[in-house]
Structure formats: C-alpha cells, structure tokens
C-alpha cells in the first residue's frame, strides 16, 4: 500500500465494491482481501506471498483458490495487479481506483521495488490523447535500473 494513500478500508468497503459489480464477498476472497488490509507492510504480494500468509494463520485455503481470488479480485479492479519482468504477478490494493496508479522503480540486481507517488505524465498524457484520439483511462510506468546500494558494487559499477 503506498503512502499517499492515507485512506482506511474494510472489509465492508470491499465488500460493497464487489457488489457492485455483482459478485459476492465469498469467505475465501475475504480471507484473501484481509490479507492485504491487515499487511499494510508488505507491497506488491504474489500468490504463493498469500498462500503463505494464510497458512501462517491456519487457512486451509489451497493455493489454486488464491490464484482465482487473485485474478478476479485483478479483474474487477480491487486489486492492482503489477508485472515487474520477472514472470510472478503481484497485487496492491487498488486504494483510489480513479487515480493514476503510481509508478516503480526496480532495481535489477537485487529485485528492490521501489514506488513513486509523483507524477509527472498529466501533461505528456494529454497531449498525446489529443493527437491520437485515444482516450486515456490511466498509464503504468516502471523504470529498471540499479537502486543506490547495487550501484556501488564492484569498483562502483552496477554488475
């Protein structure tokens, strides 16, 4: 969960979001959605990061569940789900679902996320929205790279 997003939701909040779009709030998706609620610590979760979470806490919530809870929470909006190039998805929270998502950095030697509540894409966006003709509903934005600490291995050269 990023810092800008100040806002505390519950589970009744979720619980209305999922009705609207006409699902129910099963007892799986709600273990899954506390999951993020109650780890507000730890971002960008995958599903065996939630399988584990849960079985931490005495689930017997199998591992395939938590795939479909995941990718349909993803699917409705509820969750955010990120891909970092490395072949796992992971889910956040989507808190402001009107907002522009925020954006990370990764680093590539020691997988380090990064987020980035600026943004500075409003204008670029616009202007190509109006020579396109696209309309624009929101954009995700990673930059790769080297975090400060991998930068200054080996002679100060990122390996």
Request: glycine residues 6%; negative net charge.
């Amino acid at each position: 969960m990023n810092a800008a997003a100040s806002k505390i939701f519950t589970i009744d909040d979720l619980k209305a979001r999922l009705s609207t779009k006409g699902y129910k709030l099963t007892p799986q998706r709600q273990e899954i959605l506390r999951v993020f609620l109650e780890n507000p610590e730890r971002h960008h979760l995958n599903a065996e990061d939630v399988h584990e979470i849960l079985h931490d806490a005495d689930s017997k919530i199998g591992l395939a569940t938590v795939y479909r809870g995941l990718e349909l929470l993803g699917s409705l909006g509820i969750l955010l789900p990120i891909e970092f190039g490395d072949g796992s998805t992971r889910y956040e929270l989507n808190l402001e679902p009107s907002k522009h998502r925020h954006h990370h950095l990764i680093c590539l030697k020691c997988k380090q996320v990064i987020e980035i509540d600026e943004d500075r894409l409003d204008e670029p966006e616009a202007d190509i929205a109006l020579k396109s003709g696209f309309w624009i509903v929101n954009h995700d934005v990673k930059f790769f790279g080297y975090c400060k600490n991998c930068q200054h291995i080996e002679h100060g050269e990122a390996k």
